[in-house]
């Protein structure tokens, strides 16, 4: 069992940053590939960036390419999404999520989520 809780969200302006993070209990959180996720109002959840267990890969989606970053401090038990030039589009609900396997080649077949968190961008 993982448990994740994100932590970070709120109302920021077009072209501003923001910093999610999720922190981690339960099972050793540096076995696992790690990932986040979204979900706007009326859309599906939406795959948005994932890293492998020692932070040496990462995979982005292109709509977040180049702005969002995504990072782990297994010391910490901490994953972190960097949101940089905001964009209304992006407003949605995070999730952090966290896969049973060390890397992320099947990067939708989460196994663990967050209760998520509310990002919200202003035009």
């Known amino acids: 069992q993982v448990q994740l809780a994100e932590s970070g969200g709120g109302l920021v302006q077009a072209g501003g940053s923001l910093r999610l993070s999720c922190a981690a209990s339960?099972?050793?959180?540096?076995?696992?590939?790690m990932g986040w996720f979204r979900q706007a109002p009326g859309k599906e959840r939406e795959f948005v960036a994932a890293?492998?267990?020692?932070?040496?890969?990462?995979y982005y989606t292109d709509s977040v390419k180049g702005r969002f970053t995504i990072s782990r401090d297994n010391a910490k038990n901490t994953l972190y999404l960097q949101m940089n030039s905001l964009k209304p589009e992006d407003t949605a609900v995070y999730y952090c999520?966290?896969?049973?396997?060390?890397?992320?080649?099947?990067?939708?077949?989460?196994?663990?989520w967050g209760q998520g968190t509310q990002v919200t961008v202003s035009s």
């Open positions: 999520a966290a896969y049973a396997s060390l890397f992320y080649s099947d990067y939708l077949n989460v196994d663990y």
């Open positions: 339960g099972r050793t959180f540096s076995n696992h590939a």
């Open positions: 890293i492998s267990w020692r932070g040496r890969s990462t």
